[in-house]
C-alpha cells in the first residue's frame, strides 16, 4: 500500500535526503519540474508546438514550475511564465532557477511579471501549469493570488497541471481555502499527501500522478505515516480464493440480524449483498411480523422468524433463537433497519456483550452502541467492525460532525484504540483504521453513492469477506474497496442521479470478477 505523508512529513524527508544522502536540493527540484512535463506528455502527448502558461509563486512550488518551463522549451513548447510575488521575493533554489530561465534565449518564452485578466483571457493556452503555493499553503489566499486562482476556475479550454498539490489545498488535512485550482491532473512529488484524498480535496486534484524524483527509499520507509491508499492490486491480491473442494458451509456462513416494521429493504439488501459478495449460506433473522414481507422476495437467502415486539420489531424473548443460530455462523452482521425500538436496542447491546463469533454493527446497531460503548470492552469477540457514518459516528464518539470532519483521522484513531475495534468510518473518501491506529483511505467510490441503503450494501460485502477467510481488518478494507468499484460500474452506466443501492448490489459479482481476472493477469 502506498503511504500518504502530511506535509510536514514531506518536508523532513526532503531536508533528510540533502542531509544524510548528499542529494542537492536543487537537484530535487530539477527532478520535479522534469517530472511535471513527462507526466503532461503522458497524459496528451507531445507538446511540440502547444502552449504553456506556468503560473508561478516566489517559492519552492513555483521554483519546480521555471524548470517545467525550461523542459517545456526542450520540447519545443511555447512557454509563458506567469510570476506572482516579484522578483525581489525569491530564495534559494527558487532563485535559482528563475535566473536560469531568464537566461535562456528562446523565441518561444515569454515572462510576465503583473496578471492582467482582460490580457489573459484573450490568450488560449493548451496547459496551465499551477505552481504557485505547494504543500506549505494553509489560511486564507488574498489579493493577486486570489483574483488569478479565480480566473483559472474560468478556464474551461485549458487542461490544468497542479504541481505538488492544487494551490489553495491543504496538504495535510484537504480543507480548502476561499480559492482552489481545480486540476485535472495533480503530479505530486515522492509520496501522495493525505490531503489530496481526505476532505474536498478530491474534487480539485483530477488525476493523481507520484513522480519519483529520485529521494532514497530507505529515507520514504522510515518516515513513513501509518496512513496508506488503498490501491487495486492491494485488493485484488488479497481477495479470498475459493478452493476446488469448496462447499456452501465452507466459504461462509453469515447470520443476519436486520429489519423490522417499515425496513424490510436494509434487511434485504445487507443478506443479499453477503451472497453476491461469495458468502456460502445467510440465514437473515427478522420479526415474525414481517417474515411474509421478507420471504417473497428472498431465493437464496433463507428467512427466519423471530419473535416480535407489538411494533414490529426483533424481542428479548428471541435471545436463545439468535444464540443458537450463532453458534451455527461463522460471522454476524448486526443492525441494518432493526430500528430503536427501546427493546431491541437492549436485545442488541445483549447480543453484542455475549456473541463470540466476528461481527459486523452497522445503522441501528451502531444506534444501540451510541448509548454504552462500554458494552465493547466487555465483549467475547476478537474482532468487531463498526460501519458508522458520520452522523452515527458523532452519536458514538459524542463530538459534533463538523468537529470529526476537520480532524477525521485522529478521531477515528482515538476511537478504534480505545474500543479495539476494526472502525470504518464512511464517507468522501471512506476510511478504515485498525485497532492499533493504522488508517487505510478507499480510493473507489463517487457521489451517487450517496443513496439509501448503500451502507447496506457495504456492511454485507465485508461480512461475506469475513467469512470467506479474510483477516478482520482486510475484510473491512477490501470490502469498502469493492463496493467503491461496483458503484464505480454503476457510474459508468447510469451516472451519479439515478443510482440506487440496487444497482451497487448487482454490480459486485462484476467488480470482483474485473479484480479476480486483474490478479490472473499479474
Known amino acids: 500500500m502506498l503511504p500518504l505523508v502530511s506535509a510536514q512529513t514531506m518536508r523532513e ?18 527532478n520535479a519540474g522534469c517530472s511535471v512535463v513527462e507526466e503532461i506528455e503522458t497524459h496528451w502527448g507531445s507538446l511540440a508546438g502547444r502552449s ?6 516566489k517559492g519552492n512550488n513555483g521554483g519546480d514550475g521555471f524548470v517545467a518551463a525550461r523542459y517545456a522549451l526542450q520540447r519545443k513548447a511555447f512557454v509563458t511564465v506567469l510570476l506572482i510575488g516579484g522578483e525581489r521575493a525569491m530564495r534559494g533554489d527558487a532563485k535559482s532557477n528563475y535566473e536560469s530561465l531568464k537566461s535562456t534565449k528562446d523565441d518561444r ?64 488535512t484537504g480543507e480548502c481555502s476561499n480559492a482552489v485550482v481545480r486540476a485535472d491532473l495533480t503530479v505530486t512529488m515522492a509520496l501522495p499527501k493525505i490531503g489530496l484524498y481526505l476532505g474536498k480535496g478530491r474534487q480539485y486534484t483530477g488525476m493523481v500522478s507520484v513522480a519519483d524524483i529520485h529521494i532514497p527509499r530507505v529515507l520514504v520507509k522510515k518516515k513513513s505515516s501509518e496512513i496508506f491508499l488503498v490501491e487495486e492490486r492491494d485488493v485484488r491480491d488479497g481477495l479470498p480464493i475459493r478452493p476446488l473442494d469448496a462447499h456452501k458451509h465452507s466459504v461462509g456462513k453469515i447470520f443476519v440480524l436486520a429489519g423490522s416494521k417499515g425496513l424490510t429493504g436494509a434487511a434485504l439488501l445487507c443478506s443479499q449483498s453477503a451472497m453476491k459478495s461469495g458468502a456460502g449460506a445467510v440465514v437473515l433473522g427478522i420479526p415474525a411480523t414481517v417474515f411474509p414481507t421478507v420471504a417473497r422476495r428472498t431465493l437464496e437467502v433463507m428467512p427466519l422468524a423471530l419473535p416480535a415486539t407489538r411494533e414490529g420489531s426483533l424481542a428479548l424473548r428471541g435471545f436463545d433463537d439468535v444464540v443458537k443460530k450463532i453458534t451455527w455462523a461463522d460471522v454476524l452482521l448486526l443492525g441494518p433497519g432493526i430500528s430503536q425500538h427501546p427493546e431491541t436496542q437492549d436485545f442488541v447491546r445483549r447480543i453484542i456483550a455475549t456473541c463470540n463469533k466476528p461481527m459486523v454493527i452497522d445503522a441501528d446497531g451502531l444506534n444501540a452502541l451510541a448509548t454504552d460503548c462500554r458494552i465493547l470492552n466487555r465483549r ?36 478504534a484504540r480505545k474500543n479495539d475495534v476494526i472502525l470504518v468510518l464512511k464517507g468522501a473518501p471512506t476510511i ?33 469477506l469475513l467469512g470467506q477467510g479474510n483477516g478482520a481488518v482486510h475484510a473491512a478494507i477490501n470490502g469498502v474497496f469493492v463496493h467503491g468499484y461496483a458503484g464505480d460500474v454503476v457510474r459508468g452506466k447510469v451516472g451519479d442521479m439515478g443510482m440506487l443501492a440496487s444497482d451497487i448490489l448487482r454490480e459486485i459479482p462484476s467488480a470482483l470478477k474485473e479484480l479476480e481476472e486483474g490478479r490472473a493477469k499479474h
Open 109 to 172: 518564452l515569454t515572462i510576465v511579471r503583473s496578471f492582467r485578466r482582460k490580457d489573459f483571457s484573450r490568450r488560449g493556452f493548451d496547459f496551465i501549469v499551477d505552481a504557485i503555493f505547494g504543500t506549505s499553503f494553509h489560511g486564507v489566499v488574498r489579493g493577486e493570488y486570489k483574483r488569478i486562482i479565480d480566473w483559472l476556475a474560468s478556464r474551461r479550454t485549458s487542461k490544468i497541471i497542479a504541481v505538488d498539490i492544487p494551490s489553495g489545498l491543504d496538504a495535510t
Open 52 to 57: 504553456l502558461l506556468i503560473v508561478a509563486g
Open 380 to 415: 467475547k469477540s476478537r474482532h468487531v467492525i463498526l460501519t458508522p457514518h458520520l452522523g452515527e459516528f458523532s452519536r458514538l464518539t459524542s463530538i459534533s460532525p463538523g468537529e470529526i470532519e476537520k480532524n477525521r483521522i485522529e478521531v477515528a484513531r482515538v476511537f
Open 432 to 464: 478504515v483504521v485498525d485497532p492499533k491506529g493504522k488508517v487505510f483511505v478507499n480510493a473507489t467510490g463517487n457521489p451517487g453513492m450517496a443513496t439509501a441503503g448503500s451502507g447496506d450494501v457495504l456492511a454485507g460485502i465485508i461480512a461475506a
Open 13 to 30: 524527508i526532503d531536508v533528510q535526503a540533502t542531509r544524510q544522502f548528499g542529494i542537492a536540493s536543487l537537484t530535487l527540484m530539477e
